[in-house]
């Protein structure tokens, strides 16, 4: 195994793919990169990227885990997604035309989250993600690096986000404070001041992205989402109910913090369509409220956490397609220029991919990947566990 290591380290350049199903489970996410060198000296180039949906059935399945899931499925899920994952990284090699894949990094599936201690007797933060590495690893033949949030939990962390270091060697600028927001089902910041070490480095979940206007377009339109935004667009904000969420704790909370599924699921849009149903609100205002209470959450949280002027937004994520959402954050931050992932020549879909493959690349050469000021981690913590076949 270290053999295998060193020479993977010691190569020029390294095909790594990074995998990804995010709290919408909307499919896996392959980025394919090449990779030379690592942490500030890193140099990356995207290759390719692909998102697999799910077979008919399996989106539903990873949905009751969520839930109320028993030990029997929970073990099943956990190998039957390691090999579809292994199978959407083969596929994307393939298409690619290319041979070998030297490193995976593949973040899983999470299906339980809990950053704030539930039991009073053992106080423990704990995460849990599926989709066993070690198919991957069998299947594709490929060094495979899995399950890296437990790392910085274990040291008192909230297991997230751990993108933002990717972000940090990404897009960092002397002379330039930037931020960047992803929105997938949950959505989250990184803000980059001008000249930043990684210890400098802002970033939390600011709340939910698609994940609350996602459940009301499926329970009052059958829709899995609304396409870019027609929806909200032809309805009308509801300013009493929005004001009324904007109130929640975790809205007005101070980072660090993290969130997912479990606060923002399905009991919490519930809740927002009773409101909105004991008013009268409409089908379509409805869904125009929810996103503006997404965009609203975002431009909350620049506002009133972070201490300095931003002067770009970049967003990323499948929020980024959403017209509607744009045009509000764009609004609600009229002294920031908000602009997509696209008008940087990059992918709104692949960036959390990518980013995994990058903390792949850094747990090889023993880079810790996650940021103490970030999550609240004791300390910095090498994110993974590595898996050669």
């Given amino acids: 195994m270290i053999e295998r290591l060193l020479n993977l380290t010691s190569k020029n350049e390294r095909f790594v793919l990074g995998l990804m199903s995010g709290t919408s489970a909307d ?21 390719a990227f692909h998102n697999y949906s799910y077979p008919d059935g399996i989106k539903e399945r990873i949905f009751r885990l969520f839930d109320d899931a028993s030990a029997m499925e929970i073990c099943h899920m956990n ?35 809990i950053p704030d201690p539930i039991d009073k007797d053992y106080p423990i ?27 910085d939990v274990a040291a008192g962390g909230l297991g997230a986000p751990l993108v933002p270091y990717t972000e940090f060697l ?6 330039e404070n930037i931020a960047l927001q992803n929105i997938g089902g949950i959505a989250n910041v990184t803000v980059i001041p001008a000249g930043a070490e990684a210890r400098d480095i802002i970033a939390f979940d600011t709340g939910p992205g698609n994940m609350v206007m996602d459940y009301l377009m499926k329970k009052l339109f059958g829709c899995d989402y609304d396409k870019n935004g027609l929806i909200a667009t032809s309805g009308t904000v509801n300013g009493e109910t929005l004001a009324h969420f904007m109130k929640d ?18 009991d919490f849009p519930e809740r927002f369509y009773a409101h909105c149903a004991e008013r009268g609100i409409s089908s379509k205002d409805i869904i125009a409220t929810a996103t503006a209470f997404s965009a609203a959450a975002i431009s909350y949280s ?48 692949s960036k959390e991919a990518v980013a995994f493959a990058i903390l792949a690349n850094e747990t090889i050469f023993g880079n810790p990947g996650n940021l103490p000021g970030v999550t609240g981690a004791s300390c910095g913590k090498v994110l993974g566990k590595i898996i050669v076949d």
Avoid at 27 to 47: C, F, P, Q, R
Avoid at 129 to 151: M, N
Avoid at 170 to 175: D, H
């Fill in 27 to 47: 499919g896996i996410d392959a980025a394919l990169v090449k990779i030379s060198g690592n942490h500030t000296n890193m140099e990356l180039k995207e290759i």
């Fill in 170 to 175: 990404l897009y960092s600028n002397p002379s």
């Fill in 125 to 151: 933060r704990s995460t849990l993600q599926i989709g066993e590495g070690s198919v991957i690893a069998h299947k594709t033949g490929a060094v495979t690096v899995c399950d890296f949030r437990v790392a």
């Fill in 79 to 113: 190998f039957l997604l390691g090999g579809l994952f292994a199978d959407a990284a083969i596929d994307i090699a393939k298409r690619a035309g290319i041979d070998k894949i030297d490193l995976i990094g593949s973040h899983g599936q999470t299906i339980y989250h």
């Fill in 302 to 349: 620049i506002n009133n956490f972070v201490p300095y002027k931003v002067s770009k937004l970049i967003i990323g994520g499948g929020g980024a397609y959403n017209n509607a959402l744009l045009a509000q954050i764009k609004e609600l931050l009229p002294e920031v220029h908000v602009m997509t992932q696209e008008k940087m020549g990059r992918n709104s879909d």
């Fill in 249 to 266: 704790e975790y809205i007005l909370r101070k980072p660090p913090k993290t969130t997912g599924r479990e606060y923002f699921g399905k």
